[in-house]
């Protein structure tokens, strides 16, 4: 009963909102690519060209955007064409003008030094690109990781100031997952006066005593995944439950991220492509940046996904708004996973309403069968 209680909600404030049923939406999908002076030393100086996914129904109306985590471009995230899978397009049928960026280094934004895989980590290089594409170990051709966590809450402003002034919206609404709430985190922290609401999916929890260097440390720009790291290691470690994951979504992501990297594609001496993204150290956002986070926030965790640790973040956030969403049989990829319904429905109630369950704030649980109860 509960689970249509959700589903019956959403519909409501659908039709209040005069947005047509689900399957009467036409969605328009569109790339943009949205100007930023790089800061970052790689390039320092330069006008570059982020990507940004659009999707929107003939009605647009609140702005969401959507910013990925560490390792994969924002399409396969938030955008999948598998089932009903699609985060943006749910949001997209409910009157949200969504969005998803590509920060520096992943999908069709720039990757400046990744195209040399002289630039991943000798081992890396030793236990992945011998053969697809080298030869022989080489030294980097640029010996410092691309960026820090700063570089990107300065492109993360960008695209929520050109956001800002194309929908006429003074604020935004903005979803993080994993890596991506570090991004969103420290921004919002910094920006409260950009922001409506805040989902956090899965954050990367915040460390004490940061300490982020101005300029990238030494390093290499580039870090590579395989599909058997990905696939069969990190993922398939946690699905604990029957049917927590469709056989077929696997293969749907890898593809889709596949198709957003051309140099990664033909990398890998598996024959199978390797997921291409910066490497990520001077990185991380601090209790002090969660305290100053005021906006109205939703946190969403899957029961083995460092549950507690991500709790930690819930509690250390400033806002009176807040409510924490406990996700049974699900994962850090609870985006690809059959709990992805959960998911989507309690975003979809904050982001319209700024509640869960009718609650501002508190906390909640979905059984292994996405019905959503209250806890506290």
Same mark, same amino acid.
């Given at each position: 009963?509960?689970?249509?209680? !959700? ?9 209040? $909102? ?12 569109? @790339? %943009? ?5 790089? $800061?970052? *030393? !790689? ?14 129904? #003939? ?5 969401? +955007? ?9 399409? *396969? ?13 749910? +949001? ?39 053969? =697809? ?22 492109? %993360? ?5 050109? %956001?800002?002034?194309? &929908?006429?919206? *003074? ?28 989902? %956090?999916?899965? *954050? ?7 300490? !982020? ?6 390093? $290499? ?25 469709? #056989? ?8 889709? $991220? ?38 109205? &926030? ?6 083995? @996904?460092?549950?507690?640790? =991500? ?14 969403? =406990? ?27 700024? &509640? ?18 209250? &806890?506290?």
């Amino acid at each position: 009963m509960m689970k249509h209680a !959700i589903v019956i909600s959403a519909a409501i404030a659908a039709m209040s $909102t005069g947005v047509q049923p689900a399957s009467a939406q036409r969605l328009d999908t569109s @790339d %943009l690519f949205v100007p930023w002076t790089s $800061t970052a *030393p !790689i390039d320092a100086g330069q006008v570059v060209a982020l990507h940004v996914r659009h999707k929107t129904g #003939p009605k647009p109306g609140p702005v969401v +955007l959507f910013v990925h985590g560490a390792t994969g471009p924002s399409v *396969p995230d938030f955008d999948l064409d598998f089932k009903d899978y699609n985060w943006m397009a749910t +949001l997209a049928r409910a009157g949200f003008d969504t969005y998803a960026v590509d920060l520096y280094g992943y999908g069709s934004s720039p990757r400046p030094g990744m195209d040399d895989p002289c630039n991943a980590s000798a081992k890396q290089q030793q236990d992945i690109l011998m053969n =697809r594409p080298l030869k022989a170990a080489c030294a980097p051709s640029y010996a410092f990781q691309m960026t820090t966590i700063r570089h990107e809450w300065q492109q %993360l402003d960008a695209v929520v100031d050109f %956001l800002r002034r194309s &929908t006429n919206h *003074p604020r935004v609404n903005i979803v993080g997952w994993s890596a991506g709430g570090p991004r969103v985190g420290g921004y919002v922290s910094m920006h409260p006066e950009k922001i409506d609401r805040v989902v %956090l999916y899965a *954050p990367s929890p915040t460390i004490a005593g940061l300490n !982020i260097p101005d300029k990238p440390s030494e390093g $290499t720009p580039l870090y590579l995944q395989t599909k058997e790291a990905l696939m069969r290691g990190r993922w398939a470690a946690d699905e604990k439950c029957d049917g927590q994951v469709d #056989p077929g979504i696997r293969e749907a992501v890898w593809k889709a $991220t596949l198709d957003w990297d051309r140099v990664g594609r033909s990398w890998g001496n598996a024959g199978e492509g390797v997921m291409r993204s910066p490497l990520l150290k001077d990185f991380g956002w601090s209790p002090d940046m969660a305290a100053k986070i005021t906006a109205p &926030t939703l946190v969403v965790v899957g029961e083995f @996904d460092r549950l507690a640790d =991500r709790h930690t973040v819930f509690e250390q956030l400033g806002s009176k708004q807040k409510m924490f969403l =406990r996700v049974a049989c699900a994962s850090h990829f609870m985006v690809w996973e059959k709990q992805h319904i959960a998911l989507q429905n309690m975003s979809l109630e904050w982001l319209q309403h700024g &509640t869960a369950l009718g609650q501002t704030s508190g906390e909640i649980e979905a059984d292994k069968n996405g019905v959503i109860k209250r &806890t506290r």
